[in-house]
Structure formats: structure tokens, C-alpha cells
């Protein structure tokens, strides 16, 4: 099989598909979507289910021939040592990773975003994988303050490491940004210093094709995540074509990166874009990960037991399920 390349996902939101309770009342915006849905699933994550979550995530990857995850980890009750969990999964199924803590302020305030900043430092010293590496990363901008903004960007020189954040996804990360004195989070990022050469910015829905093209002048690429905005119902991200330095992720979904082209094929062909766009875009993921690792393999890996990994996730999903209800009280 060819090999492809996931460049933005959520590894621990594998276990989703296997019953998670819906919220209730339903979220009509984004921001409810997120307060209702994931932002309770990050805080119900623990070692034990982020260790079945990686394991089943990073095993279906390979099935759908998926090689190289870049993943963006969110558990504000389970940070330290949280990478190393979703590393040995990979790095025991053969797959290369690049991996970061997405430090915010939005449970614990400062505090909360220093632990996550420490380890992605700490993860980021100490990594012997191989297979895996090691990334700086920011929830969103609209999460946190201009001092873990400025850390984050420390951070990232300090190590010689890139920033992986979400960016624009929604209009609600604009406007908080012009709400804090700037002309929106991208400006924002270079203002504080955070987005250093090789940053990884998912989704960039609401920029303009300037701030594309700045952004892309500076160094950075960009993930389009095209299942994950539909069914937000974010928009679609017209600007990215202001540069090629753009690559497709799937923002949790499963690692199925055919199905992704196709979703973006589609969405795209909605608003004037030839199914070539979405082609090159999945073929990029290929540079984008030379960036990091030297050879992306093919994806003929040996693989556990799938069937024994969805059973496990089926035995695990209830207790998280349970741990999540608490979460949202």
C-alpha cells in the first residue's frame, strides 16, 4: 500500500465511536460544540484510556495505510508523561510521530498551561524513539494568555523544536483576537514571537489569503481537516490555496486518509476547486514529514491483534464514559 500522512489528529479520541453519550441539549455553535463534546472528553482522559485510545488509533492508522501521525494531545487531568504514552504505541507499531501537549488555560488557568509547556519540554529532552518526535503545542490562541503565547514561542527556539496550534478554525478565534488588541491570531502568534519557521497551524478557515501567504512566507505549513469542518460546520478554508504548503489531517477522525481526500474533494468542489487541490494536498503530507523524518515507510508494518484492540476499547469506553459524565457536571 502507498503511505500516507495524518497531519493533524487527536489519537486520544479513538474511542468515540464506541458509544460516547451525546450532550445534551445539542450544541448549536462551534464553541458549544467544543464546551459539550471535547472539552469534557479531554478532562475525562486518563493513562488508561489514553494507552487503549493510542494503541487502537495508531493500529487502525496502519490499516488504512496511514504511516506518520502528527498528533495534537489534550488531557488537562493526565499531563505529565501523556506523550510517552501516546509514543510507545507508536514506536511499538512501527509508526513515526510527531507529538506535542496543547498547553491552554482554559480548566486551570496559567498554571494548567505551564504544566502542559513543561511537558512537551520534557518530553522533547527526553525522547529516545526513533520513530517519534517531538513538538511544541497551543490549544488555540483564543485559550490562552500573551504570556504562555510568548512562552510557547520561547519554548519552540529554545529547543529547536516547531509549534503545532489551531488556528482560525472558527470565527470565535478571530474575534478574540481583535478583542485582545490584535488583527487576529495569526498576527497575534508573530507579534509574541510563537510562530517560528516549520510551525504546523490546523485549519486556517478564517484567514485571509494575506495572512495565508504571510504565514507561509514565515515558514509554516497548514493542515485543512475537511470531515472535522464540515460536521462543525466551521466553513471552508478558501484562502489555503494562497499557498502550497498545505496538507490534509483529520483532526480525531480515524486515520483514513483516502476517505479525507475524498470529503475535501467534495467540500472543495462546493466552492469552485478542482478535485486536484485535495490530491496534492494529501500527497504533501509526504514533504511536510520529511521535515521531520528522512524516510516515511510503506505501509506493509505487521500488525496485533485489531480484533483483540477493539474488543479492549469496547471494555474501556464505558469507564471513560462514566469519567466524562462527571467531567460535564
Not at 507561509?216 to 485543512?224: H, M, P
Request: charged residues 25%; aromatic residues 6%.
Amino acid at each position: 500500500m502507498p503511505a500516507f500522512v495524518n497531519a493533524h489528529t487527536h489519537i486520544y479520541s479513538a474511542l468515540a465511536p464506541y458509544g460516547m453519550p451525546p450532550p445534551a441539549p445539542p450544541p448549536a455553535t462551534f464553541l458549544e460544540i467544543l464546551e459539550r463534546v471535547w472539552w469534557p472528553l479531554d478532562r475525562a482522559i486518563d493513562e488508561r484510556a489514553l494507552d487503549v485510545s493510542a494503541r487502537l488509533y495508531v493500529a487502525e492508522s496502519l490499516l488504512a495505510g496511514t504511516t506518520v501521525l502528527v498528533d495534537h494531545h489534550e488531557s488537562p487531568n493526565f499531563i505529565e508523561g501523556s506523550l510517552d504514552v501516546i509514543a510507545d504505541a507508536c514506536q511499538a507499531l512501527g509508526v513515526r510521530a510527531l507529538v506535542c501537549f496543547g498547553a491552554t488555560e482554559r480548566n486551570g488557568g496559567r498554571d494548567e498551561a505551564r504544566r502542559g509547556l513543561d511537558e512537551c519540554r520534557r518530553f522533547i529532552l527526553a525522547n529516545r524513539r526513533p520513530l517519534v518526535r517531538g513538538a511544541v503545542g497551543l490549544h488555540a490562541s483564543f485559550t490562552v494568555s500573551d504570556d504562555t503565547v510568548r512562552e510557547a514561542g520561547d519554548l519552540c527556539r529554545d529547543l529547536g523544536a516547531v509549534l503545532h496550534v489551531h488556528m482560525a478554525e472558527d470565527a470565535a478565534d478571530v474575534e478574540d483576537a481583535r478583542a485582545r488588541g490584535y488583527a487576529g491570531p495569526l498576527e497575534r502568534l508573530i507579534a509574541l514571537g510563537a510562530l517560528v519557521p516549520g510551525s504546523i497551524l490546523a485549519h486556517g478557515v478564517h484567514l485571509t489569503r494575506d495572512e495565508v501567504t504571510m504565514a507561509a512566507d514565515a515558514g509554516a505549513w497548514f493542515v485543512q481537516n475537511a470531515r472535522s469542518n464540515r460536521g462543525n460546520r466551521v466553513g471552508y478554508p478558501m484562502a489555503l490555496t494562497s499557498t502550497p504548503r498545505v496538507a490534509l489531517g483529520t483532526d480525531g477522525y480515524p486515520a483514513d486518509m483516502e476517505t479525507e481526500a475524498r470529503v475535501a474533494a467534495e467540500t472543495g468542489a462546493e466552492h469552485g476547486e478542482p478535485p486536484s487541490v485535495a490530491r496534492t494536498r494529501l500527497e504533501n503530507g509526504g514533504a511536510l514529514a520529511a521535515t521531520f523524518f528522512p524516510v516515511t515507510p510503506p505501509a506493509d508494518l505487521p500488525l496485533p491483534d485489531i480484533d483483540a484492540l477493539r474488543a479492549e476499547a469496547r471494555r474501556e469506553a464505558p469507564r471513560l464514559w462514566a469519567r466524562l459524565r462527571e467531567a460535564s457536571s
